[in-house]
């Protein structure tokens, strides 16, 4: 018998296509714990109080607690700030209620403010406090603003070693080839429009706003609210610096004029003469709240950079109070 014709046969299927590669994920954050060697301090009272590694076996202790001791973190390489990790003490009852933290990418400075944080609320937790925005920095300082029972810390960093890369840019499209010219067409003659009436001359543009003190070299991010011109008056201002008062007519910080304005809100105060040969920046809890002859904290002033104490007077009911000076005020009027 003849043979059976054969099957017809099949297309070639083809593969499925390949699934493509997922973009790589961000790095993850490192908590970053340097050794004791990469850790300085403004004061220790013995070597086991310098100790402040987290879970050490002791912490970071001073012999006399005082607001504006700090400790300082050596990253060892440039890193991208996130957060920061505290601790109390291991062996004591001890622990930083708050601080500040500022960085730097040099030991030397300068730094910057980058977190005002509530510390911790026992001496062994971990709390992690995170930055607002990520900040570029190799030295990490630690300044305190309040303890219990006394000053004592381990600290740690949550940082990022690089940026995650952006994705590629999609590949650009060949040009379009040109259109065909269209053949010249002229308009039918049309009379001319009437001109726009003449506008009125511009105002002139207003002159910049008034520096802080006419001798200092960076006011960026200050308001003038509060002045009182060249001579042997004071401040007419009874609000013991609220900011309340309200009187003159604002002008230039060389102007010969005597004003003040609402203060509004904000966090700090820069104190200076109006040609800006002295001057301080103090944060305004500092300022405030009544106190006679007391210690209060300078963040940095025409003396110094770095954060120190000088007395000053804030007492209830004194209305030409208060009294804010460079140095201690008995030194100061000396």
């Not at 002045?227 to 008062?245: E, F, I, N």
């Amino acid at each position: 018998p003849p043979s059976l014709p054969a099957p017809p046969s099949l297309p070639p299927t083809k593969p499925p296509p390949l699934p493509q590669p997922s973009p790589p994920a961000p790095p993850p954050s490192t908590e970053l714990n340097p050794i004791e060697s990469a850790r300085s301090y403004s004061s220790a009272s013995s070597s086991d109080c310098s100790l402040s590694m987290l879970d050490s076996a002791q912490a970071w202790c001073v012999q006399w607690s005082r607001v504006g001791e700090w400790m300082q973190i050596d990253a060892g390489e440039e890193v991208m700030l996130g957060g920061v990790i505290t601790q109390g003490s291991a062996t004591d009852t001890k622990w930083v209620t708050s601080y500040r933290v500022e960085a730097s990418v040099s030991a030397n400075g300068p730094f910057t403010l980058v977190g005002i944080f509530e510390g911790n609320s026992d001496q062994a937790t971990k709390e992690l406090r995170m930055l607002n925005t990520i900040f570029r920095a190799r030295y990490v300082r630690f300044i305190v603003g309040g303890w219990h029972r006394g000053i004592a810390m381990r600290a740690g960093l949550l940082v990022w070693y690089y940026m995650p890369p952006a994705p590629p840019a999609p590949p650009t499209l060949p040009p379009s080839p040109p259109l065909p010219p269209s053949p010249p067409q002229l308009p039918p003659p049309q009379p001319s429009p009437p001109l726009p009436p003449m506008l009125p001359p511009s105002p002139p543009l207003l002159p910049p706003p008034p520096p802080i003190a006419e001798g200092l070299i960076d006011t960026s991010g200050w308001r003038l609210v509060r002045r009182v011109k060249a001579g042997s008056a004071w401040h007419p201002a009874t609000d013991q610096l609220l900011g309340t008062d309200v009187y003159g007519t604002p002008s230039s910080a060389t102007a010969d004029e005597t004003f003040s304005v609402e203060f509004g809100a904000f966090d700090q105060f820069l104190f200076a003469t109006g040609d800006g040969a002295k001057w301080l920046i103090a944060d305004k809890e500092q300022v405030y709240g009544w106190y006679w002859n007391s210690q209060r904290t300078i963040i940095r002033s025409s003396m110094s950079e770095t954060p120190y104490l000088a007395r000053w007077y804030r007492r209830d009911g004194t209305e030409e109070d208060p009294w804010i000076s460079l140095t201690d005020h008995s030194t100061a009027v000396a």
